[in-house]
T-cell receptor, first 116, second 115 residues
Framework: AQKVTQAQTEISVVEKEDVTLDCVYE???????LFWYKQPPSGELVFLIR??????QNEISGRYSWNFQKSTSSFNFTITASQVVDSAVYFC?????????????FGAGTTVTVRA | NAGVTQTPKFRVLKTGQSMTLLCAQD?????MYWYRQDPGMGLRLIHY???????AKGEVPDGYNVSRLKKQNFLLGLESAAPSQTSVYFC??????????????FGPGTRLTVT
């Protein structure tokens, strides 16, 4: 069963628009970790954020913000005032902790295209 | 620090050939992972290791073998390559302290084509 679902395959926006990426996860563990990674056209995977299941506080980092809601098993990511350099594939991932050897289950990714 | 490095960056194999992908990390991480990335499927875990001398199967282990003889190195082997193994392969490493996992650091990837 898919543990991480990113329902949006592709999103296209014009520069300066906000874009929100959805991520829904599934786990029975009470301790788990959620991640967002960015994969720009150059291909490398860039870590963006980590959240543990005990910390539902939302976070803002520059133009990036994250909304973690355990009640809906969602960990959504928003880019405010998007820029062309934000064009990339974004992956949400789940780690179920020590009991699962900290393996990551990735969503299929959302391709974001920001047009000038 | 070089972080996580992968060798080679590109490779073309013919069906039935064998090869080994090398992953090296200089961060003294306990955990190492091999993933493959195919279009529209995200990254899928092939094999992983929780420490020197250990290996375990991931989600898609068939057709691959791994070894972790040294803590800093994790090798991925294809004994008899098949076209279905055409993919981009990523190695990653991570550490944990007191039961808290930290992010996985990824290598730059190896693009493998099997004809």
């Amino acid at each position: 069963a898919q543990k991480v679902t990113q329902a949006q395959t592709e999103i296209s926006v014009v520069e300066k628009e906000d874009v929100t990426l959805d991520c829904v996860y599934e786990t029975r563990d009470t301790t788990y970790y959620l991640f967002w990674y960015k994969q720009p056209p150059s291909g490398e995977l860039v870590f963006l954020i980590r959240r543990n299941s005990f910390d539902e506080q939302n976070e803002i980092s520059g133009r990036y913000s994250w909304n973690f809601q355990k009640s809906t098993s969602s960990f959504n990511f928003t880019i405010t005032a998007s820029q062309v350099v934000d064009s990339a594939v974004y992956f949400c991932a789940l780690s179920e902790g020590m009991t699962n050897d900290y393996k990551l289950s990735f969503g299929a990714g959302t391709t974001v295209t920001v047009r000038a | 620090n070089a972080g996580v490095t992968q060798t080679p960056k590109f490779r073309v194999l013919k069906t039935g050939q064998s090869m080994t992908l090398l992953c090296a990390q200089d961060m003294n991480h306990e955990y190492m992972y091999w993933y493959r990335q195919d279009p529209g499927m995200g990254l899928r875990l092939i094999h992983y290791s929780v420490g020197e001398g250990t290996t375990a199967k991931g989600e898609v282990p068939d057709g691959y073998n791994v070894s972790r003889l040294k803590k800093q190195n994790f090798l991925l082997g294809l004994e008899s390559a098949a076209p279905s193994q055409t993919s981009v392969y990523f190695c990653a490493s991570s550490s944990w302290t007191g039961g808290t996992t930290y992010e996985q650091y990824f290598g730059p990837g190896t693009r493998l084509t099997v004809t």
